[in-house]
């Protein structure tokens, strides 16, 4: 295996005397199970792939459970190995064909990781005082869902709650689409999305509906300072919305503005729309409106 003057020679990964991982060895066969939500579901892990998302893994203590890569991405992602090797974590080198059978994409990246399941139960999340969060209620599109929680990382929110019978978190796609966001906030799930608003107002949060329908308009509101406090979002799924009971259990239903002759937004742009409102309204203080800032 190549020299890295980082680590040196990468003998704590694979000796000679030691041969590459191939598609049949015991533990790619584990990990190759966790393509399947049942197995997810049942070991309690997932996989991530990609060296962004690798990286993010590795930076939360305790998350990673194993780290699988060929020789060339070892040694391109040296840094990974030594993150990985200094916290006690197994690094496998494994053939190309073990690679293709761990990974989902066209041109993978070479490295995947084994990561333990992030949940956090919803009251553990609240008590940490968020003063920002996006629950996704019945969310099935697993791009859509991984794309809101990247957002909601970006706009600063505290957690992202997957609520009722939304996709699994932890789908492959998923996991990519949040490009190690996923690995930033708390990840909640929650089988009732009633009883989320119901502990959502409990903490003392606005809880909000996006609908393209919604009586509010985004700009209205935000300009009258209801966005400066604490608030949790409701995006439910592109095709169907919002179920109607949990849009009626808001506090209030709001709509983004169309300004052009676009019928609508997609769910990831709206809940972005939606997220970076609320981030640049709580940055501003609270009670403080557009008018009263100018």
Wanted: with cysteine; hydrophobic share 45%.
């Amino acid at each position: 295996m190549p020299v890295n003057p980082q680590v040196g020679r990468l003998d704590h990964v694979r000796t000679p005397e030691q041969p590459l991982f191939t598609p049949r060895t015991p533990r790619v066969v584990a990990a190759r199970r966790l393509h399947r939500r049942r197995d997810r579901d049942i070991t309690g892990r997932f996989l991530a792939e990609g060296p962004q998302a690798v990286r993010e893994a590795l930076a939360r203590s305790g998350v990673v459970a194993e780290l699988f890569g060929t020789p060339a991405a070892l040694d391109r992602y040296a840094d990974l190995v030594t993150a990985a090797t200094d916290g006690g974590v197994p690094v496998s080198a494994l053939t190309d064909d073990a690679l293709a059978a761990l990974t989902e994409t066209v041109a993978p990246q070479g490295i995947v990781a084994v990561c333990h399941r992030l949940d956090v139960p919803i009251d553990a999340a609240l008590d940490r005082a968020p003063r920002l969060v996006a629950v996704l209620a019945e969310i099935r599109d697993p791009g859509n869902a991984g794309t809101v929680l990247r957002t909601a990382d970006a706009a600063g929110a505290g957690a992202v709650v997957f609520a009722g019978d939304a996709v699994d978190p932890y789908n492959g796609k998923c996991v990519r689409s949040s490009a190690g966001s996923l690995f930033h906030l708390d990840l909640v799930r929650a089988a009732e999305p009633a009883g989320v608003v119901a502990r959502l107002r409990a903490a003392g949060l606005t809880v909000l509906a996006a609908s393209g329908y919604g009586e509010t308009d985004l700009d209205e509101l935000t300009d009258a300072g209801g966005l400066a406090r604490p608030t949790a979002w409701l995006f439910g799924s592109e095709a169907h919305g919002l179920p109607p009971e949990l849009a009626e259990a808001a506090d209030a239903r709001v709509r983004v503005p169309l300004h052009g002759r676009a019928e609508s937004l997609n769910l990831a742009a709206a809940a972005a729309v939606c997220l970076y409102a609320s981030a640049r309204a709580l940055r501003a203080g609270p009670g403080v409106s557009t008018a009263e800032r100018a």
